[in-house]
């Protein structure tokens, strides 16, 4: 059993000597957590970009209603262009233009046309809507200051503030907002959160693979040979690679689990269950290195297909695009998604997260991650027995 | 200087070349003649794979010149180049191309292409002995192939002057063989060839022209016999002991007809005036000093005992 | 230039030969890109309708009105709007419908009006009155169309009010005044009986108000779509990100003739050193864009990806290229050995993939984290090929200049490095 030790602790001393190792497993994932909450963590509220260049007081008076319309996000912009590319590259869901000398034209009594900009075929449309209501609401003031104008010679801009006032005082039809059901799950999450559990997956998997590798190199630089000369040791010598393999998914697991409570402030709800999610999950990846290193001759192919394994099973699993989005638009594709052993654990860690679930509402995931590494780790052993005895 | 006419393929004169503060070659300067194969002969760390890479020009020197048929030699020069074939020590192969494919493209580079390509390239397969496994994958080769290979890439063009660096150290003896033969069969066909070895036994066997050279420096130059003249009518004795060695050099050392001695392990290397006449008071004195001896050779002088009277220290091998 | 070719001929040999290009090059982009259209393909296709149901306890001339109102949403295909019986059916489906996962077969809905009964007479006899939305929580955005559609109406309906409000005291005193007449308004000859009551003033003002319009119009400007859909953006995405991979097998072989030792003979045969430089060159230029063009046609035909103007599609794979063979030939010039620059380039490859955006749509998210995108030339080739989308030609220029800057900066600094790093044997 010592051997077995001795095996697994060399594969993670190497791993922590070689410099880019250290960028891979210990670095990316946490500039990745950060990266990804820095940029979709936080409001979802589609995003209104108002230019209002010198429209004046009635601009303000027009910006200021559409910002107290709920759910959206309104930011001050320069320039017309700017705006409509923004749009169009999709960097905001709207744009709208006050044009210059908004509020002279107003009380001028002339008409003004405002722009609105929406990529065609898109949800932004609806919220035209929002800032119709809003130019409804301020066009009800303007009009009456007009007519003030019109009728009694009212000076417009003290007929405009009685207007103002008169419909504060007045409140003809209230609108009474009730809300019923759930919010969305992910908009009760935390900046970090989806990151953090996404990616750590992501990556203890990715890891794993790619140090499938060192496994190919090891046999390459004739484990073979030792075997033939002491066929006992085979069975530790396997052991022990795992056990590295298991160990390397550990350490980097528990570091990026340990690095964003600290550094983002990353909650991960029941730190039993976590360990446990983590420990399953890290077995299972540790198997299916061990599956590829037995498969595999060419370190540099093997290299590209665990790129290609990691990153695929990790984005069907519901590392890239969360399970509950998946479900909605696409249940079969959600079903499917389960043959990864990611979207059990991200489902683990949503339980723990979301829920407030502990270790014991994560039974039926544990024991299918659990499974999942028992069968790869008895497919991995037997694959690697013929690969080396052959 | 160096036209043609005078029949010399290369002329380097006074080369100097430091990396940092060593100072790997300092003052090398030698000339060969079309179809003299010249032995450059030193230890390692001589200065002969830096003086060879000057010659060919990979390097680029300090100091000093190198002609190839005539031409300049610099690390820039394009026609020198086309002359020269150079074997690099180490075997330089594409593993993962076939023989064929490793030929084909090195003569190209030279120039070379179409059905003169393609015929050349055939020969040199059938001169190095991989006619058979022509369309085969580098990699598969045993290591005596991948040399004999790594030498046919350099004959490929026809070189002028063929440049072997060292190519048969960690060869099996029936490769060596094999290695050694095609070279002499080279000379004969008129190529000019430079051979460096740290073997004096294939110096000796191949070489028109060998030049000793240590720390840099040329030492001695000049044909087999000229060289051996240098020491004159003294013998190299062979004794084969163990022991106190030192103590058994330091008391030989002393015999009035004891010129070298030197120190190595498993026995001493000697340069005797008269061997047959002073072997019995050798015998004494080693053995008297506290070395066993097994066995004692006398052998008529060679370029190992003009190394080792020009160095003073046996061979490293 | 004969001896560049020959080197990128016999480097293109060797690496068809060897497999690890073809995956990196093709089978994982691909591979990548397939997977992702199937998870995020479906994001596509999804348009925005919300689900309304009205319950009308009213039945008047406002409710009415307002059920017109929201018909015009129905004629924008932005919502389809259902009657209900009572307040608590509406109740019930609008919390159906807050659960995204009730699926399909259930009456649902996004948000419910609720007119109550007596609204109408309330709004005509110009007393308070209340209407109510009842909004889904988990459909904010449905939700809030819905609010705003009511808002709307009852600023439409207040208009006229406040209107007659703001001129009333005015008027009235105009009256007394001047007799009796304000302007638009004659309520006969002085002395008739029953002098000018405010109501009275105030129903003839509110029918002078009616015609009144919002100075203010909202019109819409024709944007184009300069954004890529799912399938594409992660199929170009992929083939960028793997790109950097591919094109290092090219410029990484002066490392690997190196460790070859065929370097030496390179070097001792009579070609220029700088063609030994430009034939790895050629040979990551071949290797990228045949990779490229492989994915183009590939995703094109396999899973719809639709990657736009054909010429500009070749220019910025062209001006990508140069850049990823700038970059990679940088780190190929100073590292020590080929290990240590596969890593450096592993390194390099993934973060400039993950800022500029190949996995995750960083650019749209705005803000620092898209302008230090801008510092990578992934980011840049996916705009030009957003900006290609609903633009012209011309519009994707400034990407391909930025890509070719890319290239041609790290280009020079590789190119200065390489020429003393070349003649190195060992």
């Known amino acids: ?390 | ?317 | 230039m004969r001896a560049a070719f020959l080197i990128a001929r016999k480097d293109l040999r060797q690496r068809l030969r060897d497999r690890s290009a073809l995956v990196y090059g093709i089978i994982a982009p691909l591979g990548l890109a397939i997977l992702f259209s199937f998870i995020f393909g479906p994001l596509d296709d999804a348009a925005f309708e919300a689900e309304y149901v009205i319950v009308d306890e009213d039945g008047g001339q406002i409710s009415e009105a307002f059920g017109e109102a929201l018909g015009g949403l129905e004629d924008d295909g932005i919502a389809v709007i259902r009657t209900v019986e009572s307040v608590e059916v509406a109740r019930e489906q609008v919390e159906t419908g807050s659960d995204a996962f009730a699926g399909d077969d259930v009456a649902s809905a996004d948000a419910a009006f609720v007119i109550p009964e007596g609204f109408s007479e309330a709004v005509l006899a110009g007393e308070a009155a209340e209407m109510t939305i009842i909004g889904a929580a988990g459909s904010e955005l449905s939700a809030q169309v819905a609010y705003s559609v009511a808002q709307g109406f009852s600023s439409e309906l207040a208009a006229v009010d406040v209107a007659v409000r703001t001129v009333l005291p005015d008027a009235m005193a105009a009256i007394a005044q001047e007799g009796g007449t304000a302007s638009g308004v004659s309520p006969g000859a002085e002395g008739a009986p029953g002098a000018v009551t405010p109501e009275m003033l105030a129903a003839l003002l509110a029918q002078e108000a009616a015609s009144t319009v919002n100075p203010i119009t909202v019109e819409d400007v024709s944007a184009s779509t300069k954004q890529l859909d799912s399938t594409t953006y992660l199929s170009a995405g992929m083939a960028v990100f793997f790109l950097f991979f591919t094109v290092a097998f090219g410029v990484s072989g002066l490392l690997e003739e190196r460790r070859l030792g065929t370097m030496q003979r390179l070097l001792a045969a009579p070609v220029s050193r700088s063609s030994i430089i430009v034939g790895k060159a050629l040979t990551s230029f071949a290797l990228g864009i045949l990779s490229m063009t492989v994915l183009v046609v590939a995703s094109t035909l396999l899973i719809g990806a639709e990657w736009g103007n054909p010429l500009g599609v070749a220019l910025l794979v062209v001006a990508a290229v140069v850049a990823a063979m700038g970059i990679l030939a940088v780190v190929a010039a100073v590292a020590k050995n080929q290990e240590q620059a596969s890593n450096f380039q592993a390194i390099i490859a993934l973060v400039l993939a993950f800022l500029g955006g190949t996995f995750f749509a960083i650019a749209q998210v705005g803000g620092f984290m898209a302008t230090l995108g801008l510092f990578t030339p992934h980011a840049w080739f996916l705009r030009g090929l957003g900006d290609l989308q609903g633009g012209e030609l011309a519009d994707i220029l400034p990407s391909v200049g930025a890509l070719l800057a890319f290239g041609l900066v790290t280009g020079g600094i590789a190119w200065f490095f390489l020429q003393r790093s070349v003649g190195r044997t060992r």
């Not at chain 1, 000369?229 to 980097?252: C, D, H, K, N, Y």
């Not at chain 2, 020197?61 to 690099?88: C, I, N």
């Not at chain 2, 960690?170 to 070895?197: C, F, H, K, W």
Request: include cysteine; charged fraction near 20%.
């Open chain 1, 1 to 390: 059993m010592k051997k077995v030790f001795v095996i697994g602790w060399n594969s993670l001393t190497r791993l922590v000597r070689e410099r880019s190792n250290v960028f891979f497993v210990f670095i990316l994932p946490m500039l990745l957590v950060l990266v990804l909450g820095a940029a979709f963590g936080g409001t979802n509220d589609p995003r209104v970009g108002i230019v209002s260049v010198d429209a004046g007081e009635l601009g303000d008076d027009l910006v200021g209603r559409i910002e107290a319309a709920q759910g959206v996000d309104v930011r001050a912009w320069d320039s017309r262009e700017d705006v409509i590319l923004a749009v169009e590259r999709g960097q905001l869901e709207v744009g709208l233009i006050i044009p210059e000398g908004f509020d002279e034209t107003l009380r001028a009594g002339e008409e003004v046309t405002i722009e609105f900009v929406a990529q065609p075929e898109q949800d932004a449309r609806a919220l035209r809507n929002t800032i119709e209501s809003a130019v409804t609401e301020q066009g009800a003031l303007l009009r009456a200051a007009a007519f003030a104008e019109e009728q009694v010679d009212a000076g417009f801009s003290d007929a405009l503030d009685s207007a103002t006032q008169l419909a504060e005082e007045s409140e003809r039809v209230t609108i009474e907002q009730d809300s019923v059901g759930e919010p969305f799950v992910f908009d009760q999450m935390g900046q970090f959160e989806l990151g953090a559990y996404s990616q750590l997956l992501l990556f203890v998997f990715l890891t794993s693979l790619t140090g499938s590798t060192a496994l190919i190199q090891s046999r390459q630089l004739g484990v073979s040979r030792r075997m033939v000369s002491t066929p006992t040791r085979i069975g530790q010598i396997l052991a022990g690679e795992g056990l590295g393999r298991f160990l390397v998914a550990m350490v980097q697991g528990i570091f990026i689990m340990a690095g964003t409570a600290i550094a983002f402030g990353v909650d991960w709800g029941d730190w039993p269950g976590a360990i446990a999610i983590l420990v399953v999950f890290a077995f299972g990846a540790a198997g299916v290195a061990m599956l590829m290193g037995a498969t595999f001759s060419n370190d540099q192919q093997a290299g590209g297909v665990g790129v290609l394994v990691g990153i695929g099973l990790a984005a069907l699993g519901g590392a890239m695009l969360p399970l509950s989005i998946m479900k909605i638009f696409s249940p079969t594709l959600w079903q499917v998604a389960h043959v990864s052993p990611h979207a059990w654990g991200i489902e683990a860690f949503e339980e723990l997260i979301l829920y407030d679930g502990t270790i014991l509402d994560i039974w039926l995931e544990l024991a299918v991650l659990g499974t999942f590494a028992i069968i790869v780790f008895a497919l991995a052993t037997w694959r690697l027995r013929i690969a080396i005895t052959r």
């Open chain 2, 1 to 317: 200087m160096g036209d043609a006419g005078d029949g010399l393929v290369m002329e380097c004169r006074d080369l100097h070349k430091a990396f940092g503060d060593i100072v790997a070659v300092d003052g090398v300067g030698f000339t060969i003649s079309d179809g003299e194969t010249y032995g450059l002969l030193g230890p390692n760390g001589a200065g002969k794979t830096t003086s060879i890479s000057m010659i060919c020009g990979l390097l680029e020197a300090d100091a000093g010149e190198v002609f190839v048929d005539g031409e300049r030699m610099t690390t820039r020069s394009v026609e020198p180049k086309r002359a020269v074939g150079y074997v690099p020590q180490d075997i330089a192969i594409y593993p993962d191309l076939t023989a064929r494919e490793n030929l084909t493209f090195f003569g190209r580079l030279y120039g070379m292409g179409g059905d003169g390509l393609k015929s050349r390239v055939s020969e040199v397969l059938e001169l190095i002995g991989l006619a058979e496994r022509a369309d085969d994958k580098a990699d598969d080769f045993s290591g005596g192939m991948k040399r004999r290979l790594n030498i046919g890439i350099g004959l490929l063009h026809k070189p002028h002057l063929l440049v072997l660096d060292e190519p048969t150290v960690g060869v099996d003896p029936q490769s060596r063989n094999a290695i050694l033969e095609s070279v002499e069969r080279l000379s004969i066909e008129g190529m000019g060839v430079l051979y460096t070895t740290h073997y004096m036994e294939e110096a000796e066997r191949l070489c028109d022209r060998v030049g000793i050279i240590d720390s840099g420096k040329i030492v001695a130059e000049g044909t087999r016999r000229e060289l051996v003249d240098l020491i004159g009518s003294q013998d190299r004795v062979r004794v084969v002991a163990s022991g106190d060695l030192k103590s058994a050099a330091e008391a030989v050392d002393g015999l009035p007809s004891v010129v070298e001695v030197g120190e190595r392990e498993g026995g001493l290397d000697l340069i005797v005036g008269g061997a047959a006449s002073n072997l019995t008071e050798i015998l004494q004195k080693t053995t008297g000093a506290g070395a066993v001896v097994t066995s004692v050779d006398v052998d008529e002088p060679d370029l190992e005992s003009v190394f080792l009277h020009l160095t003073g220290r046996a061979r490293r091998d």
